[in-house]
């Protein structure tokens, strides 16, 4: 391992790693497809360590952080999948954390939050997907999709109501402009065969 001006180089890689939170507990999910020699370890002080490898070379893969307080190790979970590993993480008390890791200012590149197990803290005690109330023993992790099949299509009927006025008369200036101008090359193509 090369030290240069206080940065460790390694011939490890750090696969993408996405987190959420509940008041009680962290989800973190890693995503490393056919990770083989899954080897991990959490210590109560909190500090997660990941290593693996992927791929046909057998890529060595590692995460090493400080959590950012304590964890209950005897009530965390972990499950690996084809596509990702992922760790439920009791946190040893019932508090919000601020953050992931124990150290303040930019979170490591390879850190994400994870948008679809998201919950804000004053919104956890609703019904929602994913929220404190899921049984993650039961979850078929082999089957999790990360990103889904609809993920494009979202957003599109969000906006129908917020057209403005303005918007709505270019759109009615629009069809009678057609209108006045005829049937367009396709239309009369169309109505010839």
């Not at 696969?15 to 999910?29: F, G, N």
């Not at 760790?87 to 590149?109: C, D, F, I, M, T």
């Not at 992790?141 to 889904?148: A, I, L, R, V, Y």
């Amino acid at each position: 391992m090369l030290k240069f001006w206080s940065i460790e180089f390694s011939a490890h890689r750090h696969p993408t790693v996405k987190w959420a939170q509940r008041s009680d507990k962290v989800y973190i999910t890693i995503d490393l497809p056919d990770a083989q020699d899954v080897k991990l370890k959490l210590e109560p002080e909190g500090k997660f360590l990941f290593s693996a490898t992927s791929g046909a070379d057998k890529i060595p893969y590692e995460v090493n952080i400080d959590l950012f307080d304590k964890v209950d190790v005897n009530e965390s979970k972990a499950s690996a999948g084809l596509r990702n590993i992922c760790y439920l993480v009791k946190k040893a008390e019932n508090k919000w954390w601020s953050r992931l890791v124990k150290q303040e200012g930019k979170p490591p590149v390879f850190l994400k939050v994870d948008w679809d197990k998201w919950v804000d803290e004053d919104e956890e005690t609703e019904d929602k997907p994913g929220g404190a109330d899921m049984d993650f023993g039961d979850f078929d992790f082999s089957k999790m999709n990360m990103g889904g099949e609809g993920a494009d299509a979202l957003g599109d009927d969000e906006n129908e109501d917020t057209d403005t006025e303005e918007e709505n008369e270019n759109v009615e200036e629009a069809q009678s402009a057609e209108k006045e101008a005829g049937p367009s090359a396709a239309e009369s193509d169309a109505k010839k065969a």
